[in-house]
T-cell receptor, first 114, second 112 residues
């Protein structure tokens, strides 16, 4: 079955360490996204990529970095510069520029930094 | 910037109808979406409506759009315990990618 796989489901890190969240899709979608979810808030866009080797900052990109070397993969690195990294991170993919094409989401990674 | 607002919590009795409301500010919205999130999971698209439509029905789900008031609602008929989840309204622009603006989500609790 096609879908998006995020790993790991839970991640614990010490403050000051960089951490990379994995996102892989086999839907053959060109566009991929990273969102952050905090309790009582909507999803906020961190980074998005419409094609391989290209990505753009979203609304809250500071303290994060991404790469898009393969169509299937869009890893997110949470750096030590991110002031408040504890959150639920969601990866999504879609056919770009097609408003009727929904975002397909992975099951998320819950990151806890202490 | 553009914004989407939802009430945070709704409690209904099993078998009753649920109505979840949403308001948005973007005048250029082309599609409006409803997503469902179950505990510890990602979001699942429930339904969407094109901005030139007033209503869309899909089995137990009815979406109403009042474009003049920028108000969107999701009605779930015969609400079941399996409908307990967080429901997100999202506003889509006509940009080159699916830049959705999400509301904070409405937590629906269904009790016997």
């Amino acid at each position: 079955d096609g879908g998006i796989t995020q790993s790991p489901k839970y991640l614990f890190r010490k403050e000051g360490q960089n951490v990379t969240l994995s996102c892989e899709q086999n839907l053959n979608h060109d566009a991929m996204y990273w969102y952050r979810q905090d309790p009582g808030q909507g999803l906020r866009l961190i980074y998005y990529s419409q094609i391989v080797n290209d990505f753009q900052k979203g609304d809250i990109a500071e303290g994060y970095s991404v790469s898009r070397e393969k169509k299937e993969s869009f890893p997110l690195t949470v750096t030590s510069a991110q002031k408040n990294p504890t959150a639920f991170y969601l990866c999504a993919s879609s056919i770009p520029g097609a408003p009727s094409s929904p975002l397909h989401f992975g099951n998320g990674t819950r990151l806890t930094v202490t | 910037g553009e914004d989407v607002e939802q009430s945070l919590f709704l409690s209904v009795r099993e078998g009753d109808s649920s109505v979840i409301n949403c308001t948005y500010t973007d005048s250029s919205s082309t599609y409006l979406y409803w997503y469902k999130q179950e505990p510890g999971a990602g979001l699942q698209l429930l339904t969407y409506i094109f901005s030139n439509m007033d209503m869309k029905q899909d089995q137990r789900l009815t979406v109403l759009l009042n474009k003049k008031d920028k108000h969107l609602s999701l009605r779930i008929a015969d609400t079941q315990t399996g409908d307990s989840a967080i429901y997100f309204c999202a506003d889509g622009s006509s940009g080159g990618y699916n830049k959705l603006i999400f509301g904070a989500g409405t937590r629906l609790a269904v009790h016997p």
